[in-house]
């Protein structure tokens, strides 16, 4: 019995439960026998009286209609009593039929949105972070560069206030005279490697002089670096004739000047596309 | 620069989905900012929508662990479902509201393929009152009164919403499943009771029409009297 | 299922950049939260690093217009630079971001090139006093506080972030132009805050010498721009 009372709490209302029974007969709802349907609906209902359910109105209309059907079956067919004006449409099985079918139709469908639901919990939206420009990661000819360039800076007051040439100027080459010479070299080749420029360099000392002057002439818009690829090798062009720009004194506190406060090397010296 | 590969890029990069309208407005903007960018300034809907449906179709066969869809008719990037454990470990716990019961989910159905649609009509169809579960729609957002009937009494219609396509990951209420067969009722009437094959599937046409505003509401009681 | 494909759902959802041990993580959760999740449980770091970079070729090679890079040992989903224009006029973006200033990039070598340094050490070598300076760079995430020097005062220690590797495109510090031959280049330190030097492996501890104790940092005169 208290199995029963499980299966009448899940049906959704006396459709569900015929549905239910019609799958018990295992027939297809356009060949179910309907006398014996409203019987055993019928039978379900007495049996949630005798449990003490709580019966929703819905059931016993809908018991109400199955014994009509049932009492008009069990006639003879010459004695079944042809309504006054009852169209075919009207008749009473035909009508519950259509309610089945229709219901069983939209029973199926809540079935596949629940499977859609289920499915949604697993699905996760791409949120975007904000966008990274590969370009920025890179902007080799601003960043590096400019870096590098403050280490220069640094190094020649240093020295200055020392008084002294230290280590990196006691070599044969001096700053400007490797200025002198890259200029010349890259006045005769418009496309160096960032490699080359040190091929000839024999100490650790002319690295870092060639290095200084590469940077020198960088700041003096004399020369552009390019890269072509995030970890492509740099290569060194000559840069466009321009207006010679003069840095402009930042006070201490504006860390973060907009562009247009600062000339960068990129934007004022675009690179040929070749 | 093909025009699937741009709009493929946006949505990669977007922070919500977008709809035709949203990326062709990127596509203006990009082409007055960037001279290069001018090529698809004026795109048409309709070029931008199949280059939304052949990279979606792309991304579907690709094998990868994301695809594209368009639910509501805004496109977006999602994971495959079987990635969600992991997913789930680095975005955390996602609040989803609690799944629908059984009555909302089929009263939920039959608003979704008859709208728009009275209550009286979808208890008729449900053999149940639908007073609570209807509040419940409404108040998750699912369902939204459209308008009224022009019957005595002038009852609300209700249908769906956005919501509930997103809810459900449907691009547009034609993506419901067997939405053609469910959506046009009536059903046949076969010849003889009783014998003949159901096959509703293949009701002839003159059979689908539209939701009657007609179909004026009648509990089956009504219909016969007490034997 | 591949680990390459749960990691690329994982790198895909991500907000924020993810390394090795970050996605360890997550595998970890993942499978604790999820049975079936459990099979990369205990992936090693060599296992992820190696399905990530089969999985960052196979986005290479793909022709998409985003792909997966790796920056300061952080691995991410980034567009192609060929579809800023797009991406760009989508997020509303039309200034670049802010430049660093002159003094903040001298100060930001300094200690790029000679962390773990004190604000004083700093000072010293510029000569000017760098409040200001090295307070934005600390917000902007660009160094941060790395302990403090054993010496009278535990002045604290400064050192660069993730964020500076990124900021330049960096992978690591070694990968600094010319790192070993500028940091050996010597710079005066005052004797009296020289600093233990843990962090340069690569530097040899003679070559840092100490200068010849000196003034205090000298008047502001020194801060004009480049001669």
């Known amino acids: ?274 | 620069m093909e025009l699937k590969n741009i709009l493929e890029s946006v949505l990669f990069s977007a922070q919500e989905p977008l709809s035709v309208k949203d990326l062709r407005e990127v596509l203006k903007t990009a082409a007055e900012q960037s001279p290069e960018a001018a090529e698809f300034k004026k795109a048409s809907p309709e070029l931008v929508t199949s280059a939304l449906e052949a990279l979606a179709q792309e991304h579907g066969v690709s094998g990868r662990s994301y695809r594209i869809v368009s639910v509501a008719e805004r496109w977006q990037f999602v994971t495959q479902p079987e990635y969600a454990p992991w997913v789930k470990a680095l975005v955390g716990e996602r609040a989803r509201p609690t799944r629908l019961s059984q009555p909302a989910l089929e009263t939920l159905a039959i608003i979704a393929y008859r709208q728009p649609i009275t209550r009286a009509e979808v208890e008729q169809v449900r053999g149940v009152a639908i007073d609570g579960v209807l509040q419940t729609l409404l108040e998750r957002g699912l369902v939204e009164q459209v308008g009224v009937a022009e019957v005595i009494g002038r009852p609300k219609t209700y249908g769906t919403t956005a919501t509930f396509l997103e809810y459900f990951g449907l691009r547009a209420l034609e993506d419901l499943p067997a939405a053609d067969e469910l959506r046009r009722i009536p059903v046949a009437k076969p010849e003889a009771l009783l014998t003949v094959d159901p096959g509703l599937a293949t009701a002839p046409p003159e059979q689908l029409q539209p939701a009657p505003a007609e179909a004026a509401p009648q509990a089956p009681a009504e219909a016969q009297p007490n034997p």
Request: with cysteine.
């Open chain 1, 1 to 274: 019995m208290s199995d029963y009372k499980v299966k009448f709490e899940v049906f959704e209302g006396p459709l569900d439960l015929l549905l239910y029974l019609i799958k018990k007969q295992e027939v297809d709802i356009y060949e179910v026998n309907l006398t014996q349907l409203a019987s055993q609906f019928i039978e379900y209902i007495e049996v949630m009286r005798m449990l003490d359910l709580d019966i929703a109105g819905e059931f016993l209309v809908m018991a109400s209609t199955l014994m009509y059907i049932k009492s008009r079956e069990l006639l003879p067919v010459d004695q079944q009593v042809q309504v006054e004006g009852e169209e075919d449409e009207d008749d009473p099985r035909w009508e519950l039929i259509r309610q089945l079918v229709e219901y069983k139709k939209f029973k199926d469908a809540a079935a596949q949105l629940q499977q859609l639901e289920s499915r949604q919990e697993h699905v996760y939206r791409r949120e975007a972070p904000k966008p990274v420009f590969e370009a920025e990661l890179q902007k080799p000819d601003v960043s590096i560069f400019d870096l590098i360039n403050a280490v220069n800076t640094i190094l020649k007051r240093v020295t200055d206030r020392e008084g002294e040439a230290r280590e990196i100027y006691e070599d044969k080459w001096s700053v400007s005279e490797k200025i002198e010479m890259l200029a010349k070299l890259i006045g005769s080749k418009p496309r160096l490697k960032f490699s080359e420029l040190f091929e000839g360099a024999t100490s650790r000392t002319e690295v870092v002089v060639t290095f200084l002057a590469m940077l020198e002439l960088i700041r003096m818009r004399q020369i552009v670096c390019v890269q072509s690829d995030h970890f492509a090798e740099i290569e060194i062009t000559k840069a466009e004739p321009q207006t010679p720009t003069v840095p402009t004194e930042i006070p201490e506190q504006a860390i973060f000047e907009d562009e247009t406060a600062k000339p960068v090397p990129s934007e004022s010296g675009p690179t040929p596309a070749n």
